[in-house]
């Protein structure tokens, strides 16, 4: 596998936790808030002492918003030459799996323990390593929420060839029509409807 495409494949894995990361800010923020006349402002340094963890997930959360807009980026530049689907099957329910295998167990760490904290960075590290590995970055519930769909498809390439892919796309595809894609793994593509 290509180095840039084990790249592509991890910071869309960033991508696939924003939800994980926002979580871990709104359960684990602690900003004393104070209401009266002897309140004083407790300084940025203890500020940013009661909020490493959070700020770690802002962090990832930045990332994730900066890996997101290559992608798009490069999607939208995608030029390459039509192919036809033959035959198309939805997929969303990956994005769910995701959701409910991940997400919502790693959110239930207790992430004011630095042993859970350990934990959960070396299991996210695992699930990374298995998501890229397993071609499983398609399934990617941060994309389902930003509008994109899942799609199993055969397609026909110009060559008359056939295969069978992944199409990742903001398109509703159906049996016949043209699409236009962007390669990200061998079986694994963005497409857009030929307009």
Request: hydrophobic share 50%; proline share 3%.
């Amino acid at each position: 596998m290509p180095h840039n495409q084990v790249i592509e494949k991890f910071e869309l894995y960033i991508v696939s936790l924003w939800l994980l990361f926002l979580l871990i800010v709104v359960v684990t923020v602690d900003i004393p808030i104070c209401f009266g006349d002897g309140c004083t402002f407790i300084g940025f340094g203890e500020l940013l002492n009661r909020n490493v963890v959070p700020a770690v997930a802002i962090i990832f959360i930045v990332f994730g918003m900066i890996y997101f807009l290559r992608f798009n980026y490069k999607i939208a530049g995608s030029k390459s030459n039509p192919v036809t689907i033959e035959s198309v099957e939805d997929m969303n329910y990956e994005h769910l799996t995701f959701l409910t295998t991940y997400i919502i167990p790693l959110i239930c760490f207790n992430l004011t323990s630095t042993r859970y904290l350990i934990a959960l960075g070396v299991l996210l590290f695992v699930i990374g390593i298995i998501y890229v590995k397993t071609d499983k970055f398609y399934a990617n519930p941060t994309l389902a929420i930003l509008g994109f769909r899942l799609y199993s498809a055969v397609v026909t390439k110009r060559t008359g060839e056939k295969v069978k892919v992944v199409l990742i796309t903001k398109s509703h595809l159906q049996d016949g029509k043209y699409i236009q894609y962007l390669e990200l793994d061998s079986r694994v593509y963005f497409a857009k409807e030929r307009s």
